[in-house]
């Protein structure tokens, strides 16, 4: 019975996780068909939508399924490949990467939990994750400005808080969809009479 428990939970858990990261990817190019029109694939900036979409599913899923030992690896993973994505390796892209990873990743693992303490609330939570991704991004490219001394301009850093309130709000659309999904699957297995 123990047995038949955790194989249970292990197949819902890789379920979830697919889940998850297919919804992140899917909302990572809604978001950046979003933020770059229609030709984004020509755009530099591409790149970094499927890469986020996918750390942010593992993060939401390693939030709500795991624990998060296994979010601290993701963001690390995160920052690795922030590196990867603008080479060549020196000091200013290992800076550039830790300023990027550091707001991002703690405005997704902000919103994982928040996800997770809302988890009553079936509907909506996607507009919360957009205003804190937005506050991410509005963070990151602010540090950026400090860091490099230049002032302050206001409207670099609302045009990234808008990118990240799309990014935020398709992400956490997709995994609200998961979510339900899975609560239907859930309450649907339950009313089944056992034989």
């Known amino acids: 019975m123990k047995w038949e428990r955790s194989v249970t ?4 858990d890789t379920l979830l996780t697919l889940g998850y990261t297919l919804a992140g990817l899917a909302g990572a190019l809604l978001a950046a068909r979003l933020a770059l029109g229609p030709g984004m694939f020509q755009t530099k900036q591409f790149a970094g939508f499927p890469v986020i979409g996918f750390a942010a599913a ?5 939030a709500q399924l795991r624990g998060f030992g296994t979010v601290m690896v993701i963001l690390l993973l995160l920052y690795l490949s922030q590196i990867a994505l603008n080479p ?12 990027f990873t550091v707001p991002v990743g703690a405005a997704l693992v902000g919103s994982s939990i928040v996800f997770r303490v809302l988890r ?3 509907v909506g939570r996607f507009i919360i994750m957009g205003l804190i991704v937005a506050l991410g991004y509005g963070a990151m490219v602010a540090l950026f400005l400090v860091l490099m001394r230049q ?12 990118i990240g309130l ?7 659309l997709g995994f609200e969809l998961v979510d339900l999904v899975a609560r239907l699957f859930r309450d649907r297995a339950s009313e089944t ?3």
């Open 9 to 12: 939970r292990s197949s819902r």
């Open 58 to 62: 593992l993060i939401y899923a390693s």
């Open 88 to 99: 060549p390796i020196r000091t200013s892209s290992v800076v550039s990467a830790a300023v």
């Open 120 to 122: 009553r609330v079936p």
């Open 151 to 162: 002032p302050l301009a206001t409207f670099l850093v609302l045009d990234q808080a808008v």
């Open 166 to 172: 799309k990014l935020g709000a398709c992400l956490g």
């Open 193 to 195: 009479p056992a034989s």
